[in-house]
Protein backbone atom coordinates (compact mmCIF):
# COMPACT_ATOMS: atom_id res chain seq x y z
CA UNK A 1 0.00 0.00 0.00
CA UNK A 2 3.00 2.04 0.77
CA UNK A 3 4.10 1.81 -2.43
CA UNK A 4 1.33 2.13 -3.84
CA UNK A 5 0.63 5.43 -2.60
CA UNK A 6 4.39 6.82 -3.37
CA UNK A 7 4.37 5.54 -7.04
CA UNK A 8 0.62 7.70 -7.43
CA UNK A 9 2.66 10.68 -5.92
CA UNK A 10 5.90 10.82 -8.26
CA UNK A 11 2.83 10.13 -11.79
CA UNK A 12 0.77 12.97 -10.34
CA UNK A 13 4.05 15.31 -10.14
CA UNK A 14 5.46 14.07 -13.39
CA UNK A 15 1.89 14.83 -14.38
CA UNK A 16 1.65 17.95 -13.42
CA UNK A 17 5.49 19.28 -13.89
CA UNK A 18 4.56 18.06 -17.68
CA UNK A 19 2.01 20.19 -18.31
CA UNK A 20 2.86 23.19 -17.00
CA UNK A 21 3.35 26.65 -19.15
CA UNK A 22 6.77 28.17 -19.94
CA UNK A 23 6.08 31.54 -17.58
CA UNK A 24 9.32 33.31 -18.60
CA UNK A 25 7.36 34.09 -21.61
CA UNK A 26 4.59 35.06 -19.81
CA UNK A 27 4.38 38.84 -19.54
CA UNK A 28 6.43 40.43 -22.35
CA UNK A 29 6.73 44.49 -22.22
CA UNK A 30 7.74 46.44 -25.39
CA UNK A 31 9.24 49.36 -25.69
CA UNK A 32 6.15 50.15 -28.59
CA UNK A 33 4.08 53.18 -26.86
CA UNK A 34 0.71 52.99 -27.97
CA UNK A 35 -1.88 55.35 -27.64
CA UNK A 36 -6.27 54.76 -27.91
CA UNK A 37 -9.03 57.26 -27.52
CA UNK A 38 -12.76 55.91 -26.45
CA UNK A 39 -14.67 55.57 -22.95
CA UNK A 40 -12.76 53.47 -20.09
CA UNK A 41 -15.14 50.27 -19.19
CA UNK A 42 -14.55 50.40 -15.25
CA UNK A 43 -16.13 46.74 -15.14
CA UNK A 44 -13.47 44.77 -14.29
CA UNK A 45 -12.19 42.19 -16.48
CA UNK A 46 -11.00 38.98 -14.71
CA UNK A 47 -10.39 35.30 -16.55
CA UNK A 48 -9.74 32.88 -13.84
CA UNK A 49 -6.86 31.88 -15.98
CA UNK A 50 -5.36 35.27 -16.33
CA UNK A 51 -2.26 36.37 -14.61
CA UNK A 52 -3.67 40.08 -14.52
CA UNK A 53 -6.99 42.13 -13.92
CA UNK A 54 -7.56 45.20 -15.25
CA UNK A 55 -10.42 48.11 -16.79
CA UNK A 56 -10.89 47.67 -20.65
CA UNK A 57 -10.48 50.28 -23.36
CA UNK A 58 -10.48 49.48 -27.12
CA UNK A 59 -8.89 46.69 -27.09
CA UNK A 60 -6.56 47.34 -24.56
CA UNK A 61 -6.58 46.90 -20.44
CA UNK A 62 -5.18 48.92 -18.30
CA UNK A 63 -3.89 47.52 -14.93
CA UNK A 64 -6.01 47.75 -11.75
CA UNK A 65 -3.11 49.68 -9.59
CA UNK A 66 -2.40 51.65 -12.34
CA UNK A 67 -5.56 54.12 -11.51
CA UNK A 68 -7.01 55.46 -7.99
CA UNK A 69 -10.38 55.74 -6.95
CA UNK A 70 -10.69 59.89 -7.39
CA UNK A 71 -9.12 59.12 -10.62
CA UNK A 72 -11.61 56.85 -11.43
CA UNK A 73 -14.33 58.67 -10.86
CA UNK A 74 -13.18 61.54 -12.64
CA UNK A 75 -12.93 59.75 -15.97
CA UNK A 76 -16.38 57.55 -15.66
CA UNK A 77 -18.58 58.05 -18.95
CA UNK A 78 -15.65 60.30 -20.59
CA UNK A 79 -13.71 60.29 -23.70
CA UNK A 80 -10.21 59.54 -22.97
CA UNK A 81 -6.80 59.47 -24.56
CA UNK A 82 -4.64 56.96 -22.75
CA UNK A 83 -0.54 56.61 -24.10
CA UNK A 84 1.90 54.22 -22.98
CA UNK A 85 3.94 51.61 -22.93
CA UNK A 86 2.88 48.38 -24.42
CA UNK A 87 2.61 44.81 -22.25
CA UNK A 88 1.68 42.18 -23.82
CA UNK A 89 0.45 38.81 -21.27
CA UNK A 90 0.51 35.85 -23.08
CA UNK A 91 -2.82 33.26 -23.23
CA UNK A 92 -2.51 29.99 -22.52
CA UNK A 93 -3.79 26.60 -23.58
CA UNK A 94 -4.64 23.64 -21.32
CA UNK A 95 -3.95 20.34 -22.12
CA UNK A 96 -6.54 18.23 -23.74
CA UNK A 97 -8.88 16.52 -21.18
CA UNK A 98 -11.06 13.51 -21.61
CA UNK A 99 -15.33 13.24 -21.28
CA UNK A 100 -17.05 10.62 -19.57
CA UNK A 101 -17.26 8.13 -23.04
CA UNK A 102 -13.58 8.74 -23.35
CA UNK A 103 -13.42 11.15 -25.97
CA UNK A 104 -11.00 14.16 -25.73
CA UNK A 105 -11.38 17.52 -25.47
CA UNK A 106 -9.72 20.76 -26.56
CA UNK A 107 -10.23 23.74 -24.25
CA UNK A 108 -10.41 26.92 -25.57
CA UNK A 109 -7.21 28.42 -25.81
CA UNK A 110 -7.15 32.12 -23.85
CA UNK A 111 -6.02 35.34 -25.80
CA UNK A 112 -3.10 37.32 -25.02
CA UNK A 113 -4.02 40.71 -23.34
CA UNK A 114 -2.63 43.65 -23.91
CA UNK A 115 -2.12 46.19 -21.28
CA UNK A 116 -0.99 49.93 -21.61
CA UNK A 117 1.35 50.11 -18.41
CA UNK A 118 1.89 53.44 -17.29
CA UNK A 119 -0.73 55.24 -18.89
CA UNK A 120 -1.09 58.73 -19.42
CA UNK A 121 -4.68 59.78 -19.73
CA UNK A 122 -6.17 63.00 -20.85
CA UNK A 123 -9.96 64.20 -21.59
CA UNK A 124 -10.95 64.85 -24.93
CA UNK A 125 -14.61 65.16 -24.39
CA UNK A 126 -16.07 65.90 -21.12
CA UNK A 127 -19.23 65.64 -22.01
CA UNK A 128 -19.72 61.78 -23.16
CA UNK A 129 -22.30 59.92 -22.51
Not at 6 to 20: K, M, V, W
Not at 24 to 33: D, L, Q, R, V
Not at 67 to 93: C, D, F, H, M, R
Request: charged content about 20%; some cysteine.
Amino acid sequence: MKTLTITTFYLTCFALASYSQDTTGAKKESKECVTTVGIINFDIVNNLHQAKKGYSINQYYIALTDLTETQIASLKGKIVTVTGKLEINKGITLPPKKNYDGTSVQPIPLTDRWFIAEPKITIVNDSAK
